[in-house]
């Protein structure tokens, strides 16, 4: 076999895992199989770059740099839809459509996923092109952001036409959405205000890199194009499936409104168990050819309506906007409102982002606001009832300096946050620090909660995190709500906090962008934190999964005085600022690439040490089983479904012992 041959052969297959994956969710080979063909492509293309192919499987991690978005105009016009919001509305709309057009009338009814609407160009089977909704009539090119997103096939398969593009949405999984925004808060970033938001962001990020690490999908729902095989839009989704793309499979093909009515009853309960964001359903005339007769207006399809579902929301006035300072000095404003009841909870703050959000609604002191609960969570402002404003009410006009110390705020380009630079002397941002310190994930000190460091920094008893190793006992006890034994298990719990590993303690000192798993992985690369500290930016990239951004923040990190001088106490007083000799001795990488699930009750190790030694060893830990699991390690009385989860997707099952045995 030629290397030709040889490579198209490793990219056919290659695709064909990805489609079983991804779109089918029934994966027949490991994720180590699948990472080891593709490493042998990558290194075979590399070898024989004349062979290069923008539609291989290795193009999907990114890399490609775009400065400049080019604008593209639709070869058909990507339209928004009119919106419904009764059964009456939807009637009146049917009623139109039988005046228009002969016989009877079926219909495809699609949950309307809320997302950021995508066109997707294919060339003889091949992605030529993706390309943002922008106003309808032209968007953005952003192909390389697209190709990263594992749910578009670079190559399709099947009686595909030569030319045609799909139109779709590209979304965040609720999952995936929570993942990356605990990861922000672990390292004191603000968390994204919705799915939907973020997925339309992350369209025109500029580094494709960023984009492939983000969980994004696309979730296709229309073809269009000239002389297309297909006679119906239900037709349509089928053949889209057959040629590789993720069609959801929850839509339906109904014979009337009635039947359109009972689906958009049922989902509008049962959405909230859907992975992703949805707020309403879309109904389209499925005969192709009573679309084409039916046509459209200057903005809409007549062929297709929105129902959109009833969002909750309740009016309330905004007493005030406050600004909490965070622990890295992030600003985040903050509506204070009249109490109001939203979706059985009683709301009386929201928050407002930043200033770009109050510039855009232009909100107001004294306004009447309209709340929702943005995905039945998190209370948001979504508008004002300029009705009822006070004709004499005043732009607000965002702060300038830090509402606690007074230190003039600073707003980078790249960023929407405003920040008090005021490192060491802003009181939120020093509470802040001292707090995650302590937090059990860090330092994990036992007796010492959020509200007594606030207590023992107003009393100038600390001013950072090492001073809580020069506490002595008859300091703290005239404090108020220190009793002599709360006081002895806050002293015990530090003086045991110097035991806590090196790892934990490099993830305490609040490093941005560093949390736990970056926090890992530097700690196994440096040693120490002396070795990290001598760690020039070209060392730190060089490490896996440290990019740019945590490079720099790290550099900067340590290039303050202030914060080599609590590091050195730190040292001074005894805490674990490198690997122990004996842990370093048991580090390895035979684990290195596979994904392990811990499950039941052991009797040799616990949990907890299962879950070190495999780390240790290079493997990694995740609390549920899913394609891309290796290894189960299963103890007694584990769940009957974990274990049928398993065997159904073939992870392999090892036993206590036969775990113990692999390490050996």
Known sequence: ????????????????????????????????????????LQKLETESPEFYDASSPTQRVGGAVTKNFETVRHDFPMQSLSNSYSKEELEEWEARLKKAVDGD?????????????????????KLLRAVTRGDGVQ?????????????????????????????????????????????????????????????????????SAEVAKRPLECLLYGLTGRELPINSQFEGLEKARSWGFKVPKEAKLVKNIEEALDYINY??????????????????????????????????????????????????????????????????????????????????RASLHNADQIEKLDIREGDTVFVEKGGEIIPKIVGVDFSKRDPNSEK?????????????????????????????????????RIQHFISRKAMDIEGLGGETVALLVKAELIHNYADLYTLKKEDILPLERMAEKSVDNLIAGI????????????????????????????????????????????????????????????????????????????????????????????????????????????????????KKMIEDNGGKVSSSI?????????????????????EKLGTTILSEDAFLEMLN
Not at 17 to 40: G, M, Q, T, W
Not at 403 to 419: I, K
Not at 629 to 644: F, I, Q, R, W
């Open 105 to 125: 009338i079926e219909y495809v009814c699609e949950l309307k996923y809320d997302g950021a609407s995508i066109s997707l160009t294919y060339e003889n089977g």
């Open 495 to 610: 003086e045991r906090s110097k035991e806590i590993t090196f790892e934990r303690v490099l993830f305490a000192l609040g490093i941005r962008y560093v949390g736990e798993t970056v926090a890992k992985k530097l700690a196994k690369h440096y040693k120490s934190i002396t070795n990290l500290m001598k760690a020039t930016m070209d060392d730190l990239l060089n490490v896996d999964e440290i990019g740019e951004r945590i490079a720099q923040s790290v550099i900067q990190f340590f290039s303050s005085e202030e914060n080599n001088n609590t590091i050195a106490s730190l040292q001074e007083y005894g805490l674990q600022l490198e690997i122990s000799a004996e842990k370093l001795a048991n580090l390895t990488d035979i684990l290195q690439g596979n994904t392990f699930v811990i499950s039941g009750v052991f009797s040799k190790v616990s949990r907890t040490d299962l």
């Open 267 to 348: 989902w509008d309960i049962h959405r909230h168990d859907l992975p992703y964001e949805t707020d309403g359903v879309v109904i389209k005339v499925n005969n192709i050819h009573m679309q084409e007769e039916l046509g459209s207006t200057a903005k809409s399809p007549r062929w297709a309506i929105a129902y959109k579902f009833k969002t909750e929301q309740e009016t309330s006035v905004l007493r005030k906007i406050t600004y909490q300072v965070g622990r890295t000095g992030a600003i985040t404003p903050v509506a204070n409102l009249v109490p109001v009841q939203l979706a059985g909870t009683i709301v009386k």
């Open 396 to 432: 607000t006009q965002y702060i300038t300096n830090c509402p606690e110390c007074d230190t003039e705020l600073v707003r980078a380009e790249s960023e929407a946050q405003h920040y008090c630079p005021n490192y060491n002397g802003c009181l939120p941002q020093i509470i802040g």
């Open 1 to 40: 076999m030629s290397i030709k041959e040889k490579i198209e052969q490793l990219r056919h297959e290659l695709e064909q895992h990805n489609y079983n994956y991804y779109v089918l969710d029934a994966p027949v080979i490991s994720d180590y199989d699948f990472d080891k063909r593709l490493e042998e």
């Open 139 to 207: 968007g953005d090119d952003v192909t390389n952001n697209i190709r990263t997103i594992r749910t578009v096939p670079l190559n399709l398969t099947g009686d595909f036409p030569d030319k045609f593009a799909i139109r779709g949405e590209i979304v965040l999984p609720f999952e995936g959405f929570a993942k990356m925004n605990a990861e922000r808060v672990e390292i004191g970033e603000e968390p994204y205000s919705n799915p939907r938001n973020t997925a339309s962001g992350s369209l025109k990020l500029q580094d």
């Open 626 to 646: 899913s394609a891309k699991t290796n290894y189960l390690v299963a103890g007694e009385n584990m769940g009957p479904s974990k274990l049928a989860k398993a």
